[in-house]
């Protein structure tokens, strides 16, 4: 089956280690993003790409980055984690900017920092 | 900016009887999309149902309808006949497109229990 696929889906990394979460999809869409979710908060977008082009929001911290070498695969770096980055990580797909179009989550990423 | 509001942190509802979700939301456009999306525990998020601003009609999706009510910006969602594998937790969600970026902000959530 076409999806949207997330590994690991647990993540355990040391203060200031570097790590990096790793998304792909066999859905050949467009747009990928990543979406930050807090224990019990909303998922937080982070940035996205449609096709190479790199969207960031304004409050995503310069910690986080994001290489998207291929249609099929995202990556989301983060350079020098923080105990605040503890969160679930979660990938997310749709085929184009359309308002109605559908985004196809991954099951997510769990970032433990110790 | 738009924002999301869920007002209910965790729903409780016996099987096979009704359960509504309710959302609302703050924005100065006229065309949007909302939507609800389902999480069930350990596993990934998926679409429920959306509305598009501009249809009055309000959207339906099996078991699932939504009360869109433009004016109060609200966008309600009505469980029917709940099932077991209606347990999770329930997010509202407001998307923006501004032509060259699409952006959904979602609201806390909702965690719907479902008992026997």
């Known amino acids: 089956d076409a999806m949207v696929i997330q590994n690991p889906r647990y993540q355990v990394t040391q203060f200031g280690k570097p790590v990096t979460l790793s998304c792909s999809q066999t859905?050949?869409?467009?747009?990928m993003y990543w979406y930050q979710q807090k224990s019990s908060q909303a998922p937080k977008l982070l940035f996205h790409?449609?096709?190479?082009?790199?969207?960031n929001e304004a409050d995503t911290p310069d910690n986080f980055q994001s290489r998207r070498p291929n249609t099929s695969f995202c990556f989301l770096d983060i350079r020098s984690p923080g105990l605040g980055d503890a969160a679930m990580y979660l990938c997310?797909?749709?085929?184009?900017?359309?308002?109605?179009?559908?985004?196809?989550f991954g099951p997510g990423t769990r970032l433990l920092v110790l | 900016a738009q924002t999301v509001t869920q007002s209910q942190p965790e729903m409780s509802v016996q099987e096979a009887e009704t359960v509504t979700l309710s959302c609302t939301y703050d924005?100065?456009?006229?065309?949007?999309?909302l939507f609800w999306y389902k999480q069930p525990p350990s596993r990934q998020m998926i679409l429920v149902i959306r509305?598009?601003?501009?249809?009055?009609q309000n959207a339906t999706e099996n078991r699932f309808s939504v009360n869109f009510q433009k004016a109060a910006k609200s966008f309600s969602l009505k469980i029917s006949d709940s099932q077991l594998g209606d347990a999770a937790m329930y997010f509202c969600?407001?998307?923006?497109?501004?032509?060259?970026?699409?952006?959904?902000?979602f609201g806390t959530g909702t965690r719907l229990q479902v008992t026997l």
């Open positions: 969600a407001y998307r923006t497109y501004t032509g060259t970026a699409s952006k959904l902000t």
């Open positions: 997310a797909t749709s085929r184009n900017f359309r308002q109605g179009e559908t985004q196809y």
């Open positions: 859905l050949n869409h467009n747009v």
């Open positions: 509305q598009e601003a501009y249809k009055q």
């Open positions: 924005t100065s456009e006229s065309d949007y999309y």
């Open positions: 790409y449609y096709d190479k082009d790199f969207n």
